[in-house]
């Protein structure tokens, strides 16, 4: 498996600051606040990662972070420096036993997500998000879709899919 979470971390970290400006205000219109921590890329095929998946990994967490956004349900919450730190310093999220509850709880969010992409080959690929209420750690939301194509279409498509119209009709 190749872990690319801490720099998808970083690109993440850096679209929710410049998404999520008016923070007070969308607390106090109902929004809830989410804390996103990127996506993870699983490598499970025979081919190396590229630095075209690399990207991509970065594409899917800026279209979450933008969707979310711009339903004007959700507020990315920001991550301070220091939860950052502690992040980029831990097991890999997939792996951690719930530790981005804590880390959400951290950042004053109300829900805590992330997602992963599966390279089972150039030809199929699975992408997922994991969504869990601060409050309990309940299940909020959890999706996949597969995708066929190892491009930056298919993997924009099969997100925009999987949060227009699974998500974002559910919630």
Known sequence: MTRQFPNVFRAAAACALLLCGAGAANAAEGKLKVA????ELINTSPEPVGEAERRRIAL???????????????????????LRRKIAQSAEITGC??????????????IAAFGTAQKVSNLILNENI??????????????SVDIRG?????????MKYLIGEYFLKQN
């Open 97 to 110: 036993n719930g530790c981005q509850i804590e880390w959400a709880r951290e950042a004053g969010a109300d």
């Open 150 to 158: 190892n491009t930056d279409e298919s993997w924009s498509r099969g």
């Open 130 to 143: 994991y969504m869990n209420r601060v409050d309990g750690g309940a299940p909020f939301f959890s999706g």
């Open 60 to 82: 899917i967490g800026e279209l979450f972070v933008k969707m979310l956004t711009d339903s004007g349900r959700y507020e990315i919450a920001p991550l301070p420096e220091a």
């Open 36 to 39: 996103f921590f990127g996506f």
